[in-house]
């Protein structure tokens, strides 16, 4: 990870064995700048659980929002409440009893703060920071240190994938830590698929990456179901795999991956967006990254009592496979993310042999949110599995979706209930928007896509034709005074990502404003109110 740091560097330690009081937030560590935090060591208890029960808190340049926020453990790698596993990478390490080390550089101009926040019992650290001071030089290096953990419990399953990122750039992603605690009985972890990332859809050159399986991701293969031994290596691995004995047949898994990206480095511009495949587990991450803009929070800590194992995490009834009653406080420590549009999206329909392509469907030529339509399956079709029936994914219907950094991603909505490893069904979607325009102009509009495209806007059709990769196209339209219509309609195939569906679109006038694409209102069919998810 290439900073611009001053040349001279002058090494410097802060040491020190400090009470930290149940409740209390106490700043361990003041640090004057310019000068970058090289090593973190710390032990901060020998608890089982007692890792969640203390929060870090690193602050940069008198920023009032910290930069990192996580449980103590769970920043250095160490999940699910554990004392300590061993982890041998060039960013953190774990040696035995919970002595923790983390390498990221972290460069500051004015100040950096160290806080921890202490939970329900009291305790008694252990902390070292090395860094260097820079005297008499000035901190040319914009980019600043970031991390934010996360949890949730209990995941979706055949839905929303699990977010473990969501920064505005420029920046990088360094990497991340995963832990899973298995409790859907009825297709592994992995099968939610690896990682997902969608980067600068907004911005000039748009890309989506997406992994296969979820222990692909951490280097592992055949479904992560029998991995022995924990193994930790330079870049990615699995270090902590155990079986929950649950009384059942099948064993749960709990465990650990981590990835970093060193030698395939993740550059992003305007923004970047990181979700994870998942079915409906206890799930928690700490992702890291360097951005130049003060950081903005996705998601709020919550108290200490749902950070322990097992907490839930919010407040609707939702029964589980495995029979369970899972009370759910749905969005309660989610925080809002910028949207940049609305979209209405239709689908599943059914592609094989490009049935669905070839023909003009009727939701392409007519808008009824509640109005179901004929998805044309096969026999075959994983959308008419039972889990997909019980779902309603066997029929096609309107939803509507917010644009994240200018994605909308299909699989989140359409996926079809079928084990395996995220399985792709060949089927075809569609994404409707008004764009608004004060009088008759010519707008570029580019979308990135992969797998087949046609675009219709008003009254007339662009074929866009077929990327077998994600690649973007910008083509010069006319808009006509007042709402335009704007409808997508995208093939997806297995294809070189493993079946991603989603697509970025971005439209810009002459002045180069972008127009904000927006769900228009729903007219009904029948006199009842209009679909909404």
């Not at 020190?16 to 901060?44: D, N, V, Y």
């Not at 690193?58 to 004392?83: C, L």
């Amino acid at each position: 990870m290439n900073l611009n740091l001053p040349e001279r560097a002058v090494a410097d330690r802060v040491s020190l064995k400090q009470h930290l009081k149940a409740g209390e937030r106490c700043s361990f560590a003041q640090l004057e700048g310019p000068g970058c935090i090289q090593h973190l060591w710390i032990t901060p208890t020998r608890e089982e659980n007692g890792n969640r029960d203390t929060i870090i808190r690193i602050y940069f340049d008198d920023e009032p929002i910290p930069y990192v926020e996580a449980p103590i453990g769970d920043f250095f790698g160490v999940m699910h409440g554990k004392k300590f596993y061993p982890i041998n990478t060039p960013y953190l390490a774990v040696s035995a009893e919970s002595g923790y080390s983390c390498y990221f550089k972290m460069p500051f101009a004015r100040s950096a703060r160290i806080e921890l926040e202490g939970g329900e019992k009291s305790k008694t650290v252990y902390l070292m920071v090395d860094w260097h001071r820079y005297p008499g030089q000035e901190l040319k290096e914009a980019r600043r240190f970031a991390a934010r953990w996360r949890r949730e419990m209990p995941t979706q399953s055949y839905g929303e994938d699990y977010l473990i990122l969501d920064a505005d750039g420029p920046g990088q992603l360094l990497g991340f830590v995963y832990g899973v605690r298995l409790i859907d009985n009825e297709d592994r972890w992995s099968h939610g698929g690896g990682d997902n990332i969608y980067i600068d859809g907004l911005g000039q050159y748009p890309a989506y990456i997406r992994g296969i399986g979820g222990e692909d991701t951490f280097g592992a293969g055949f479904g992560g179901a029998l991995h022995n031994p924990p193994e930790s290596y330079l870049y990615q691995g699995i270090p902590y795999y155990v079986h929950e004995d649950t009384g059942e047949a099948r064993p749960a898994q709990r465990l650990v991956g981590y990835r970093f990206y060193e030698n395939e480095s993740i550059h992003f511009e305007e923004s970047i967006h990181v979700r994870f495949g998942s079915m409906s587990n206890d799930i928690c991450s700490t992702v890291y990254w360097y951005q130049e803009k003060p950081v903005r929070p996705f998601f709020k800590m919550p108290s200490f009592t749902y950070l322990q194992p097992h907490a839930l995490t919010g407040n609707a009834s939702m029964p589980n496979s495995r029979g369970m009653n899972l009370t759910m406080p749905l969005g309660t420590n989610d925080l809002e993310l910028p949207a940049s549009g609305q979209w209405w999206v239709c689908g599943p329909f059914f592609n094989r042999s490009n049935k669905a392509m070839d023909t003009t469907l009727a939701a392409e030529i007519e808008f009824f949110p509640d109005q179901l339509y004929d998805g044309m399956h096969n026999e075959d079709s994983l959308w008419l599995t039972a889990g997909s029936v019980n779902s309603g994914k066997h029929q096609a219907r309107w939803l509507r979706r917010n644009a994240l950094h200018g994605f909308v991603d299909f699989r989140h909505v359409f996926r079809p209930n079928a084990k395996s490893v995220a399985p792709t069904e060949a089927g075809v979607a569609l994404a409707r928007c008004t764009l608004y325009a004060e009088r008759e102009t010519t707008v570029s509009l580019r979308v990135a896509w992969d797998d087949e495209l046609v675009i219709r806007l008003n009254e007339v059709v662009y074929p866009m034709g077929k990327h077998t990769a994600f690649r973007d196209k910008t083509i010069q339209v006319k808009l006509k005074a007042g709402a335009n219509t704007l409808l997508l309609k995208l093939s997806n195939e297995l294809g070189a990502n493993h079946g991603g569906w989603a697509f970025c679109c971005k439209v810009t006038d002459e002045s180069g404003s972008v127009l904000v694409a927006a769900a228009e209102e729903a007219p009904r069919t029948n006199g009842e109110e209009p679909y909404n998810d």
